[in-house]
């Protein structure tokens, strides 16, 4: 799974479970994270200023994009979401995004570095122009079953469920305004094996040689519904 999952204790912020996604991310051990503080993994003091508020609300969250720090002090973009399981405890799951944060960046600087990062990104990337598939990475060929030469051109709405796609299609064309929708969304895709997988998606709009575009970084969380009631047993 690419999702990460902690769960701390609210009162004392330690750290009472976590899955080996986690570990992967951090380059942490179970041991050593179960030692920690979970404020502890915010990179810089005003990251952790700002989950300490968020937190404080006593509101679920979604989508909280912050840094943590590695084991080897490098920062990690993600993206937190936590909700309480019971009074004191918060269960908060984790999303990589530092590949999604490199190649907006490298987008808005240098085309070449940004496929050079979204070639590699272990997340699927998606870049729509008139809301045709423009681009794809590796990572979405292996998500979606089709070949990069099928999906070019294509209308990414008919790879949705059939279910959600007036909600993706609504959500796909605001994208370009200033709204007050979250910049995540999860629906289905339905593979060229004919397979349903979840995706959790995050919108940005860019500029790709110039022209408007609209880059989709997609994590698979097919099996994020498995993990949970693993990790709440």
Not at 78 to 84: D, E, M, Q
Not at 102 to 129: C, D, F, G, W
Not at 141 to 161: I, Q
Request: glycine content about 4%; proline content about 3%; overall charge neutral.
């Amino acid at each position: 799974s690419l999702m990460g999952i902690i769960l701390f204790d609210q009162n004392t912020f330690a750290i009472r479970m976590t899955n080996g996604c986690v570990e992967q991310m951090l380059g942490y051990t179970e041991e050593e994270l179960r030692s920690m503080s979970f404020s502890a993994l915010f990179s810089t003091p005003e990251e952790q200023r700002v989950f300490y508020e968020r937190l404080g609300s006593n509101a679920d969250i979604t989508n909280f994009e912050n840094r943590l720090l590695t084991k080897s002090k490098e920062p990690l973009w993600v993206a937190l979401s936590w909700r309480r399981i019971t009074e004191n405890m918060v269960s908060t799951s984790i999303i990589d995004i530092n590949s999604r944060k490199l190649a907006e960046k490298a987008a808005a600087e240098n085309y070449a570095q940004y496929e050079q990062v979204t070639e590699n990104s272990p997340t699927s990337i998606v870049i729509l122009r008139d809301e045709k598939i423009a681009y794809t990475n590796p990572s979405f060929t292996r998500f979606s079953g089709y070949s990069p030469a099928e999906l070019l051109g294509k209308d990414l709405l008919s790879l949705v469920h059939e279910e959600d796609r007036a909600e993706f299609f609504k959500f796909i064309s605001t994208r370009s305004e200033k709204t007050d929708l979250p910049d995540i969304r999860e629906c289905r895709f339905i593979t060229k094996s004919g397979k349903a997988r979840l995706g959790a998606l995050f919108f940005t709009p860019i500029v790709q040689r110039g022209i408007p575009a609209l880059l989709i970084n997609l994590v698979d969380i097919t099996e994020r519904e498995k993990l949970k009631e693993r990790i709440q047993k």
